[in-house]
Every structure is written in structure tokens, then in C-alpha cells.
């Protein structure tokens, strides 16, 4: 059992499921809360302050957590944040225009239809910054491929007479 959870873990994909779960459900309880009293109080926009609220909280969190155990960062890690921050501010923007969209447009105007349609959103934007991450915000620097440098110095057929003649 042991030789396939370290098998498992291996995979970002993995990693990322479950670090990244950890900080969406954290992320989605303190939006809940938001917005539930929010809402409770008849706050006007309260699922754009709840969205807010709770990515404020849950950035560094989730910056430390896929950095460490989901991606492995060894590049700069102001860098990294920064980069991290630029995908997740996006992430952040879409879900506010999302969610705009939901309960203004298609009249999703309930405490019950927020929380069903912030889900809904959350789970294509998991996807999402998952992508941007790996491809952006961690990327590994390009290396050689490897034996690459050794092909280069074989000398062709042609170099090799070349060299045996005095």
C-alpha cells in the first residue's frame, strides 16, 4: 500500500488534487460564512465581497501549500508569488464576472443558488489555475534534453577522415 501512495504522489495531478482541495474547501468555508452573513444582513454584491474576502485569506495559503507539496518550487519564491498571484488575481476576476453573471443575469439571487453556483465556478477555475500553474507560475526551466550535448560533439564521418590525414 505504502509503494502506491508513493507512486500516486508522485503525479502533480495528484499532489495538486489534494493540496488544492484542502485550500479550496478552506477558501470555500470562509466564503460561505461571508457570504451567509452577508446575505443574512442584505448586504448589496455580498457574494463579490464574500469572493473577495475569502481570496484575500486563502492566496498566501494556497501559494505556500502548492509551492511546497504540489509543484516543488525551487526558483525564486518572491518571483513565484508573484507569478502565483497574477494567475490567482485572474482566477479571482473571472470568478467575480462568473458570479456577477449568475446572480444578476440568470437571477441566481439566494444564499442556497450563490453557494451552488460559487461551486460550480470553483470547480472549472481548479482546472484552470492548475494549468497556468504548471505552465506559468512553476515552470521548471528549460533544460538540454538529455544526451543532447553529447550528439552535438560526435564528429561526423566527413571531420573523422578529415582528422586522420597528416
Given at each position: 500500500?505504502?509503494?502506491?501512495?508513493?507512486?500516486?504522489?508522485?503525479?502533480?495531478?495528484?499532489?495538486?488534487?489534494?493540496?488544492?482541495?484542502?485550500?479550496?474547501?478552506f477558501s470555500?468555508?470562509?466564503?460561505?460564512?461571508?457570504?451567509?452573513l452577508l446575505?443574512?444582513?442584505?448586504?448589496?454584491?455580498?457574494?463579490?465581497?464574500?469572493?473577495?474576502?475569502?481570496?484575500?485569506?486563502?492566496?498566501?495559503?494556497?501559494?505556500?501549500?502548492?509551492?511546497?507539496?504540489?509543484?516543488?518550487?525551487?526558483?525564486?519564491?518572491?518571483?513565484?508569488?508573484?507569478?502565483?498571484?497574477?494567475?490567482?488575481?485572474?482566477?479571482?476576476?473571472?470568478?467575480?464576472?462568473?458570479?456577477?453573471?449568475?446572480?444578476?443575469?440568470?437571477?441566481?439571487?439566494?444564499?442556497?443558488?450563490?453557494?451552488?453556483?460559487?461551486?460550480?465556478?470553483?470547480?472549472?477555475?481548479?482546472?484552470?489555475?492548475?494549468?497556468?500553474?504548471?505552465?506559468?507560475?512553476?515552470?521548471?526551466?528549460?533544460?538540454?534534453?538529455?544526451?543532447?550535448?553529447?550528439?552535438?560533439?560526435?564528429?561526423?564521418?566527413?571531420?573523422?577522415?578529415?582528422?586522420?590525414?597528416?
Amino acid at each position: 500500500m505504502r509503494d502506491v501512495i508513493a507512486a500516486v504522489t508522485r503525479r502533480p495531478e495528484v499532489r495538486y488534487l489534494v493540496f488544492g482541495g484542502l485550500n479550496t474547501a478552506f477558501s470555500y468555508g470562509l466564503f460561505t460564512i461571508a457570504l451567509l452573513l452577508l446575505h443574512f444582513w442584505q448586504v448589496p454584491a455580498d457574494y463579490a465581497i464574500a469572493i473577495t474576502f475569502s481570496w484575500i485569506v486563502s492566496n498566501l495559503t494556497s501559494f505556500l501549500l502548492q509551492r511546497r507539496y504540489v509543484f516543488r518550487g525551487t526558483g525564486r519564491p518572491f518571483r513565484e508569488f508573484a507569478k502565483f498571484t497574477s494567475v490567482t488575481f485572474g482566477s479571482f476576476l473571472a470568478n467575480l464576472g462568473l458570479s456577477w453573471f449568475s446572480a444578476e443575469i440568470l437571477g441566481f439571487d439566494s444564499a442556497v443558488q450563490k453557494l451552488v453556483s460559487q461551486l460550480v465556478v470553483t470547480v472549472f477555475l481548479v482546472i484552470v489555475t492548475y494549468i497556468l500553474h504548471k505552465t506559468f507560475s512553476f515552470r521548471k526551466a528549460v533544460a538540454e534534453p538529455a544526451g543532447m550535448g553529447a550528439v552535438e560533439n560526435i564528429p561526423s564521418p566527413l571531420e573523422r577522415e578529415d582528422s586522420s590525414q597528416p
